[in-house]
């Protein structure tokens, strides 16, 4: 584990793309497969399995140690991450010297830590503590992380593929689809992974293609090109899917890899009526067959993750794909194809489904519309009208432009509205984690209710620069009037200005309302809390069409 211990120490504390991919590109080389495999599937967030609670590991170290738990919480405080905070008190449990334990990442993985999970009570506490004396600081920082299974370093997936690329002789693109749709760690799947194209040589069904995906509008950018050689289509609120067709299977993959057959079995029943060998592209949503526009997010969260629904959960919530892609035709893959011929062929395919797919009585299967555009003048006014019809904003796409592997700047630009703002007052603040770990960087917000009271309407973390984090956790710590726990309550003075994508009523929160995406615009110096919003103007957005 040596080596992995390194490479993450070195992505810990790399910011440049070069250096980063170099000591990935040194690690995959000299890694047998097996470590390769598994570093592999940590790097991207594939296995976040937890084998042991990080309250266990605390409790182990304190038990040991002897060391009061607000002590404990006073020092997690200051280094802001449970692991990291064992691994620097390590010296002070006073563990016996022990020979050093030197074992492959791969046995971690598949032996050593799933035995140490299985173990209870005392007998688990002395394994631990034998693991913690016998493994170097660094190397026992990283086995509380992946024990807890908090195990995560800032390093983009493509610069994984970029590294892999270098060490096998592959295609990035060639690496990301054979990546896409699960990859279980073993010496046999990585060799599978690294192995050279063969001609003919077929990969598995079941696997989807890698998402292209779409940058922020740069309309300085767009206003140079012509109107004519773009695509304009809703931007929908729903999550982003491909309906693969292959060998009369269905596979319905979220674009986190996830297989979500079993939450949307009417959509894989409308599938069997699709040609074998398609797959297409598009947004997954809940659209009841008679309505105008698509439910929005929120029903669409009680259908994710239901492995089984139920007959009522179908019938009030149905699903629908909204396609705008035609990946595979035929067994064809058509990515390499310009969207216009792409789009062409979907339409043609949607059109000659038997009825029961494609009828707008049956809304399983919907061909998400292309819109007029005369010139680029009529753009915001056209995105203005994306609420109405239960749309986030706009997609802008290249008809000349191939379906790519992930982003590629100017080819696929997204034009979301711009988010829904209300005045809030600031009422609880938290501190932050990792390098944040000393500032009050998490906040809770409120609105006024009827009778002159403030009331929790979101909690945001995100949209104050540093100066200012810094600045609003002095004013935090002067204006402190309560203590709960982590959780500070301070004098009810400060607005701010809450962006956010939208609302929906729930049973489940003080206010009634959740939040989607709460982020902080603008602190509002010039603003008393008497003034900021209130669960009025909140609901006001709410029954507002055009504001939602």
């Known amino acids: 584990m040596q080596l992995f ?68 919480e006073s020092c997690h405080a200051q280094v802001g991450d449970s692991a990291e905070t064992i691994a620097l008190l390590l010296p002070q449990l006073g563990l016996p010297p022990a020979p050093p334990l030197e074992l492959p990442l791969a046995t971690w993985m598949e032996t050593r830590l799933p035995a140490l999970a299985a173990l209870e009570g005392e007998a688990q506490a002395e394994a631990v503590l034998a693991i913690w004396a016998a493994l170097p600081d660094g190397q026992c920082f990283l086995f509380n992380k992946l024990l807890t ?20 002789g592959l295609e990035e693109a060639e690496l990301a689809h054979r990546l896409m749709g699960g990859f279980e760690p073993s010496a046999a799947a990585m060799e599978a992974l690294l192995a050279p194209l063969e001609a003919g040589a077929a990969a598995p069904i079941s696997r989807p293609y890698p998402f292209c995906l779409a940058s922020p509008l740069e309309a300085e950018r767009l206003a140079a090109t012509d109107p004519a050689g773009w695509q304009v289509e809703w931007k929908w609120d729903g999550i982003r899917a491909q309906l693969i067709r292959r060998s009369g299977q269905t596979f319905l993959w979220s674009r986190g890899e996830d297989l979500i057959n079993a939450s949307f079995p009417e959509l894989e029943g409308m599938a069997e009526r699709l040609p074998p060998g398609t797959v297409l592209d598009g947004e997954l949503t809940v659209w009841p067959a008679q309505a105008p526009q698509p439910a929005g997010f929120g029903p669409l969260q009680r259908r994710l993750g239901r492995q089984k629904p139920g007959a009522a959960l179908l019938r009030e919530w ?55 555009l005369g010139g680029w003048q009529e753009l915001d006014a056209l995105r203005q009208q994306a609420r109405s019809v239960g749309a986030e904003g706009l997609m802008l796409k290249a008809l000349d432009s191939a379906y790519g592997v992930g982003r590629r700047r100017g080819l696929w630009w997204k034009h979301k509205l711009e988010p829904m703002e209300l005045d809030a007052v600031l009422l609880y603040a938290q501190a932050g984690s990792g390098r944040r770990a000393n500032l009050y ?3 809770t917000f409120g609105l006024w209710d009827g009778e002159g009271r403030l009331v929790t309407f979101a909690k945001a973390y995100s949209g104050l620069d540093d100066g200012e984090i810094n600045e609003l956790d002095r004013w935090i710590r002067r204006h402190t009037t309560e203590r709960f ?31 989607r995406f709460p982020r902080i615009l603008r602190w509002r110096r010039d603003r008393s809390a008497e003034s900021a919003d209130s669960l009025t103007s909140a609901l006001a957005l709410l029954e507002d069409p055009a504001a939602q």
């Open 441 to 443: 960087t998490d906040y």
């Open 485 to 515: 726990g982590p959780v500070r309550a301070v004098e009810p003075l400060q607005v701010f200005t809450l962006g956010f994508e939208g609302l929906q009523r729930s049973s489940r929160h003080r206010s009634g309302l959740a939040v």
């Open 149 to 168: 299974g908090g195990f995560r370093v800032g390093v983009a997936a493509g610069l994984v593929t970029r590294a892999l690329a270098q060490v096998s």
């Open 318 to 372: 149905p699903a629908a794909f909204v396609a705008y892609d035609l990946l595979e035709r035929g067994g064809q893959d058509l990515r390499p194809e310009p969207l216009g011929r792409r789009r062409a062929a979907l339409e043609a395919l949607v059109q000659g489904l038997p009825p029961a797919a494609s009828t707008p009585a049956a809304g399983l299967l919907r061909l998400s519309p292309v819109l007029p």
């Open 5 to 72: 211990a390194e490479l993450f120490e070195t992505l810990e504390h790399s910011g440049g793309t070069r250096a980063r991919v170099a000591a990935l590109g040194a690690f995959f080389r000299a890694a047998d497969l097996a470590d390769g495999a598994w570093a592999l599937a940590l790097l991207l967030g594939k296995r976040k399995r937890r084998l042991i609670t990080g309250r266990r590991l605390r409790q182990i170290c304190l038990e040991r140690s002897g060391l009061p738990e607000w002590l404990f």
